[in-house]
């Protein structure tokens, strides 16, 4: 069984993504490259930072690991898969 806390921590991340991607369109960012790839990788580690300063350790995990294992691999790609994944 799914840690609950961890269910909510996937569901604020999915927050972050679309947060985001709506950032990133008020803002001009191309939907694609270099320019928006790396300030989706900026976005998340902020977010994992006040998450961690925040002392919400399961948040903090996610967004970690989106950050690191997701978004600086695969950029906005992987930002735009959160954003529209299902997550019971």
Do not use: H
């Not at 919400?56 to 906005?76: C, H, P, Q, T």
């Amino acid at each position: 069984m799914t840690d609950p806390a961890y269910g909510e921590a996937q569901k604020k991340a999915q927050g972050v993504a679309k947060g985001f991607l709506e950032r990133a369109k008020a803002l001009g960012y191309p939907k694609s490259g270099k320019r928006v790839d790396s300030a989706a990788l900026d976005y998340f580690v902020g977010a994992a930072t006040a998450a961690q300063l925040a002392g919400d350790a399961a948040f903090f995990e996610v967004l970690k690991n989106y950050a690191f294992l997701g978004v600086s691999f695969r950029g906005i790609n992987a930002v735009r898969e959160l954003a529209e994944k299902r997550i019971d």
